[in-house]
């Protein structure tokens, strides 16, 4: 079975400051990790993947993720937060054994960025 | 290059009855899929069509349909629709099916059901 976790439902950062959004993952075999950003009313959009190789994944808009695989996790990061990145973040897994298409994501992470 | 493109945006249906999402996608994208967004769920899949073919299915009861048409573009209904089914349905559009390849989202149909 495959599942993903945010452990926070909501992170609050200081503009300027950096920020973490927290992912762990469970999946058999090896995984294709995502994350995705959504704005009120709108859907999800595509920042970065993880499938192989280096471990840091940059994506859009500065953010970029850990992937480590003994911790199962796959953690978002940016150095430097901005007001415009207060969002919804989901972060989603594939298992690339099952042929299966479709993404199992997380509940979600709010994120405020405080001016 | 377009996106991928859901009409309506807004639907008000009353319980009982159905209902029809269109979703075109990302010209060149095989791949369609749908997914339901509640608060109470979150994101949950709901079907994957490619070359036209069910691939995948998730645990829905049989009132959510699907289908995709020749040119890639997908439909979804649901009938007898129940106050729960209120959400923001997502279709998603993918180069290919499964693997490494990311998912691009439309805005969303947000279905109210009264």
């Known amino acids: 079975a495959q599942s993903v976790a945010q452990p926070e439902d909501q992170v609050n950062v200081a503009e300027g400051n950096p920020l973490t959004v927290k992912c762990t993952y469970s999946?058999?075999?090896?995984?294709?990790l995502f994350w995705y950003v959504q704005y009120p009313n709108r859907g999800l959009q595509f920042l970065l993947k993880y499938i192989t190789g280096d471990n840091l994944v940059k994506g859009s808009y500065g953010f970029e993720a850990e992937f480590n695989k003994s911790q199962t996790s796959f953690h978002l990061k940016k150095p430097s937060a901005l007001v415009s990145d207060s969002a919804l973040y989901f972060c989603?897994?594939?298992?690339?054994?099952?042929?299966?298409?479709?993404?199992?994501f997380g509940t979600g992470t709010r994120l405020t960025v405080i001016p | 290059k377009a996106g991928v493109t859901q009409t309506p945006r807004y639907l008000i249906k009353t319980r009982g009855q159905q209902v029809t999402l269109s979703c075109s996608p990302i010209s060149g994208h095989r791949s369609v899929s749908w997914y339901q967004q509640t608060p109470g769920q979150g994101l949950q899949f709901l079907f994957e069509?490619?070359?036209?073919?069910?691939?995948n299915k998730g645990n829905f009861p049989g009132r959510f349909s699907g289908r995709q048409f020749s040119n890639s573009r997908s439909e979804m209904n649901v009938s007898t629709l129940e106050l729960g089914d209120s959400a923001l349905y997502l279709c998603?559009?993918?180069?290919?099916?499964?693997?490494?390849?990311?998912?691009?989202f439309g805005q969303g149909t947000r279905l109210t059901v009264v």
């Open positions: 998603a559009s993918s180069l290919s099916t499964g693997g490494s390849t990311e998912a691009f």
């Open positions: 989603a897994v594939r298992a690339s054994q099952t042929g299966a298409n479709n993404l199992f």
């Open positions: 069509y490619f070359s036209e073919t069910q691939r």
């Open positions: 999946v058999s075999g090896n995984p294709y």
